[in-house]
């Protein structure tokens, strides 16, 4: 706090970790160093990018890449296109994407990157000119052994693709230096899909220890890009019945709930960039709130699949009036701090999104083992994988909180265990490898 006093999203992923940890470092306190060290990025990359638009106007974009951890393997981890990125925010999502990997069972470190720009009302020439500049700076510093980067927010399968051109074209290597790609050119089945997919399989653990079932209970979701269509998808599939789904203008809420046609409609609207109030006309019994949020619906489990820091206090307040049970997390850092302490009086189960949004890395490293192995494996194979992972990576929270006294019927068994299991994995990279 007293190096970075403005960086309030890093401060608040840094506080949770901290909060989890204590009993960690009063067992061991040699992790305590081990953990300063940790909370500070091995590599800060701040460049300029410049770029044109379709008026031939000169823009300067900002664009980072954070090398957060390599203990664990090569660094992974997303880029994001959002006029929101900014070193704090950059630096958070590197360290939840440390943590998240070493939940994994691949040898992946942790890293992010993004930009300022936002590829919001943009031109795919715009967007290309852009991608092209960003790669320009950032192909020095990543390749298969060394960075591999990934999507977020504002980036899709277009952005990779033209990422990944000029990468090619600046060291004519061709290599697993980037995932998400599309299938034809080295990407993987289910890729799109797995975070969802991911999200959906890890509630169904939770309720599974609780002795019960998807089927017929009510989700209120928020977002609508990648990872809040593809868990609706998959909530539909299990016979849940997914209520809502917004966007950073407003939300729809379907007390019918959504099925599949509906789901499909939805995606139409957001691929055309419409209105979702769009869905209203075709389905009247649907209502749409212009700037609201979905929290305030009866419902029994809530995934926000949003931005940082979208669920506070008062939504928190709204989801336990709802008649909410469970938070199962697919954005990054979606709920404050605040929240988080609703959700614990009111012995809400949390599960917190770098255990619970888990499965697009998960695909992402299958992507570059069927990559480098020159094969690729059908969509049921890596079903079957991601469902596994997800459940090792729930046994693994667990199991970290149960050993430090964390039991069964704390409500934030899972977090603990996700902030535990992790740390000590990376912790103990460190501690083996020196002062580095
Ligand atoms: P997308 O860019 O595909 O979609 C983001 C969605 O969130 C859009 O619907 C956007 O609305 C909405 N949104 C953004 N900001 C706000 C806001 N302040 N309030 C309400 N809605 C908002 O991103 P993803 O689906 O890929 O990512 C969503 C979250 O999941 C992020 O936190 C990301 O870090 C996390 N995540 C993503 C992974 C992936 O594999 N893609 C992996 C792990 C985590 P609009 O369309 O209006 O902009």
């Not at 690729?376 to 430090?404: H, T």
Request: some cysteine; charged content about 25%.
């Amino acid at each position: 706090i007293k190096r970075d006093p403005h960086e309030g999203e890093f401060i608040q992923a840094v506080s949770e970790v901290v909060h989890s940890l204590e009993a960690v470092l009063s067992k061991h306190p040699q992790y305590v160093h081990i953990l300063e060290r940790l909370l500070e990025p091995e590599r800060v990359i701040i460049f300029r990018v410049p770029w044109t638009d379709d008026k031939g106007e000169m823009h300067i974009s900002r664009g980072f890449r954070i090398q957060f951890n390599q203990a664990l393997g090569p660094y992974k981890g997303g880029l994001r296109f959002h006029p929101g990125v900014n070193l704090s925010v950059m630096k958070f999502l590197g360290l939840e994407q440390t943590l998240k990997n070493a939940l994994t069972s691949f040898s992946l470190g942790g890293a992010t990157g993004g930009s300022d720009f936002d590829p919001k009302n943009k031109s795919d020439n715009e967007i290309m000119r852009f991608c092209q500049s960003f790669m320009e700076e950032l192909y020095r510093y990543i390749g298969p052994n060394q960075d591999t980067p990934c999507g977020d927010i504002g980036v899709g399968a277009k952005e990779i693709g033209f990422l990944f051109g000029q990468y090619r074209r600046l060291t004519s290597h061709y290599e697993s230096m980037l995932t998400c790609r599309s299938l034809p050119w080295g990407g993987s089945h289910l890729r799109p899909e797995a975070t969802g997919y991911g999200l959906v399989y890890f509630a169904k653990e939770v309720l599974a220890d609780m002795e019960k079932d998807l089927k017929g209970l009510r989700c209120a979701v928020s977002g609508s890009g990648n990872v809040a269509v593809y868990a609706l998808e998959k909530l539909i599939t299990f016979g849940a019945v997914p209520i809502s789904i917004s966007d950073s203008r407003g939300c729809i809420i379907d007390e019918d709930g959504f099925d599949l046609a509906k789901l499909s409609h939805l995606m139409d609207i957001k691929n055309h960039r419409k209105s979702l109030r769009e869905y209203t006309k075709t389905h009247p019994r649907s209502k749409y709130i212009d700037d609201g949020k979905p929290w305030g619906v009866r419902c029994d489990l809530a995934f926000p699949c949003a931005s940082q820091n979208e669920l506070n206090h008062s939504d928190a307040m709204a989801l336990v009036n709802a008649g909410c049970k469970i938070v199962v997390e697919g954005g990054n850092m979606p709920c404050t701090t605040d929240a988080l302490e609703v959700f614990r009086k009111s012995k809400i189960v949390y599960a917190p999104g770098k255990a619970a949004n888990a499965g697009g890395v998960v695909i992402s490293g299958s992507e570059m083992i069927q990559y480098t192995g020159r094969t690729q494996w059908s969509p049921d194979e890596i079903d079957n994988k991601l469902q596994e992972a997800m459940r090792e990576i729930y046994i693994k929270c667990k199991k970290a909180a149960n050993e430090f006294g964390i039991g069964v019927g704390n409500p934030e068994l899972l977090v603990h265990g996700a902030n535990i299991g992790a740390f000590l994995r990376v912790a103990r990279a460190m501690l083996e490898q020196g002062c580095v």
